[in-house]
């Protein structure tokens, strides 16, 4: 009987004894620049000093100076790939809390994908890309860089050109800011390392000719249901394609050669911005366009 009773006794102490230590938890993935908090979960007690080491090290835990509350802050870079425990007090005993291990966020540098085609090529003395007039090019920011994105031309946001693709069809000096969607306020670009595009004069003008944008009138802009093409009538038409700012090909259509006006049924696309390609037997222009 005494043996019970010294067993239950013994049991009801351990139970009591693990009932006082702390348990904590925390932010446990951070992303840069920020804080993350841990805190005592489960009670109160009289003393509080917070310790750390790093998890691949054999070093022994150290004492946060200062750290000696039922919280503790902590910044993304000091302790990434730390563990952190608390150790307390509670009428004289000491006890000392489970670990938690911090880690933060990393992803690559933002870099852009330039699709290159026959009416762009790169400038071997200075990197700047030369563009065909009609021409263009698309170009894609990598991977994670999918939230908060916004595309610039000379430094002046382009109204729309939140998508992780942008199509340039004309000169200027462009960049984007972006940031991973599991850290959206830590946005990144290229802005000190622009894409510069300039017009390339070698091109065949004969295929390239700014002419036939002239001898066409499109309106309305932005459009809601149709969009209209007055068509000089020296001028024959012979496709017109739309493609939006990923481009994704949305709309296209072969003509025989027209060479009166032209209507064209955009109420099926969705609300952004477009380009509409249009070719002539030996030339092709691009104009953009709102639907709305």
């Known amino acids: 009987m005494k043996k019970i009773l010294l067993l239950l006794f013994f049991s009801c102490g351990l139970s009591i004894s693990s009932a006082q230590n702390p348990q904590i938890q925390g ?8 804080n993350g908090t841990a805190i005592v979960t489960n009670q109160a007690y009289d003393t509080y000093q917070w310790y750390y080491k790093y998890w691949f090290t054999s070093d ?10 039922d919280s503790f802050t902590y910044d993304w870079y000091t302790y990434d790939q730390a563990l952190l425990k608390v150790v307390v007090t509670l009428g004289g005993e000491t006890y000392e809390s489970n ?4 880690d933060s966020y990393a992803w690559a540098s933002l870099f852009i994908v330039n699709e290159m ?3 762009v090529s790169v ?8 563009l065909c007039q009609g021409g263009s090019f698309n170009n894609t920011i990598n991977s994670p860089y999918n939230t908060n994105i916004q595309w610039y031309k000379d430094d002046v946001a382009i109204p729309g050109a939140n998508d992780i693709s942008y199509l340039i069809t004309e000169p200027g000096s462009y ?5 991973p969607d599991f850290c959206p306020n830590s946005s990144s670009s290229n802005q000190g390392m622009p894409m510069v595009v300039e017009w390339d004069t070698n091109c065949n003008l004969s295929i390239d000719n ?3 944008s002239n001898a066409i009138n499109m309106y309305p802009n932005p459009v809601t249901h149709t969009l209209l093409l007055d068509i000089n009538q020296n001028i024959a038409i012979k496709s017109y ?3 939006d700012n990923l481009g994704k090909v949305l709309l296209q259509q072969d003509l025989a050669f027209k060479k009166n006006n032209l209507s064209i049924d955009v109420s099926n696309l969705s609300d952004g911005f477009y380009n509409l390609i249009i070719e002539s037997k030996s030339e092709k222009t691009i104009k953009k366009f709102i639907k709305e």
Request: with cysteine; aromatic share 10%.
């Open 123 to 130: 400038d071997g003395n200075n990197g700047n890309f030369l």
């Open 27 to 34: 932010d446990l993935m951070l992303c840069p620049w920020t």
């Open 241 to 243: 394609t739309i493609i």
């Open 99 to 102: 670990e938690i291990q911090i």
């Open 117 to 119: 085609n026959s009416s």
């Open 60 to 69: 022994p835990y150290v004492a946060i100076s200062g750290a000696t509350s």
């Open 210 to 212: 700014p002419t036939l």
């Open 175 to 179: 960049y984007v800011e972006a940031a």
